[in-house]
């Protein structure tokens, strides 16, 4: 799809990326426009899927899920075949699931409550995927910075 995204539509979504549940009068404002002319931009920007969802981002402490992973998967597919990558994607504890170049066919950011939980997750998740010929595991001590957001330039060029 393409995009064709102004300075104005860049705006938009650098302000609702930091802050979601802005309204739509503030972003007005801040724009200097008409709300119903930010309403109908917003409402483009979700439609051309240059907005794909709105989240509240949860503190994984508060919910008991401290320990977070990631894991490398070697497979045993055939190049461009996702047949593993959708039963990985389809783990709750299952954040992210990248296809990536290499050795591995896939890593996956996985967060649980504990070891206990992680090694659950392998024998009782992993192992029942067919395709998976090998796992390796990284365990986070600490966290430095963990963010979604995306640089969004000020023009596209």
Request: aromatic share 4%; no cysteine; proline share 3%.
């Amino acid at each position: 799809m393409e995009y064709k995204l102004d300075e104005i539509d860049l705006k938009i979504l650098r302000m609702m990326q930091d802050n979601a549940r802005i309204n739509n009068s503030e972003l007005a404002r801040e724009l200097g426009m008409a709300p119903s002319a930010v309403l109908e931009r917003v409402k483009k920007l979700e439609h051309k899927d240059a907005i794909v969802a709105y989240h509240a981002r949860v503190n994984p402490n508060a919910i008991n899920q401290k320990m977070l992973s990631f894991i490398f998967i070697k497979v045993d597919e055939i190049i461009g075949d996702e047949n593993t990558g959708r039963a990985l994607a389809e783990i709750p504890e299952v954040l992210e699931v990248h296809d990536i170049a290499g050795d591995d066919g896939y890593i996956v950011k996985v967060r649980t409550s504990d070891s206990i939980a992680l090694v659950n997750l392998m024998r009782n998740s992993l192992s029942k995927i067919d395709g998976i010929i090998s796992t390796r595991t990284i365990i986070v001590l600490q966290t430095v910075k963990e963010d979604n957001k995306l640089i969004i330039p000020d023009t596209l060029e």
